[in-house]
Nanobody, 119 residues
């Protein structure tokens, strides 16, 4: 059974930057789309950015021009570079990946990493 392990969250002042990482472990047959979601207190989980296996990216309007998603297929890792952070970016960020361990494709989630942006 594989898992997604996230790192890189923390506390930063408004205008600062953070880089999140998420690595998929185990004997992976294939990795399809990967992405980042976030959930602020009292809110539903929302899409932040996704990246397809071929590199096509998509972003929430609220982060376009500030966040960049990328992936390293050799390391089974997806990254989220977050620049010009705002207090409204404060949330728990979750990694998501469509993985196949040889028994079909399934959706996996990371444990979440807290990002707090102070004003």
């Amino acid at each position: 059974q594989g898992q997604l392990v996230e790192s890189g969250g923390g506390l930063v002042q408004a205008g600062g930057s953070l880089r999140l990482s998420c690595s998929a472990s185990g004997s992976i047959f294939s990795i399809n789309a990967m992405g980042w979601y976030r959930q602020a207190p009292g809110n539903q989980r929302e899409l932040v950015a996704t990246i397809a296996s071929g590199g096509y990216t998509d972003y929430a309007d609220s982060v376009k021009g500030r966040f960049t998603i990328s992936r390293d297929n050799d390391k089974n890792t997806v990254y989220l570079q977050m620049n010009s952070l705002k207090p409204e970016d404060t949330a728990v960020y979750y990694c998501n990946a469509d993985l196949d361990y040889g028994l079909g494709r399934h959706d996996y989630w990371g444990q979440g990493t807290q990002v707090t942006v102070s004003s």
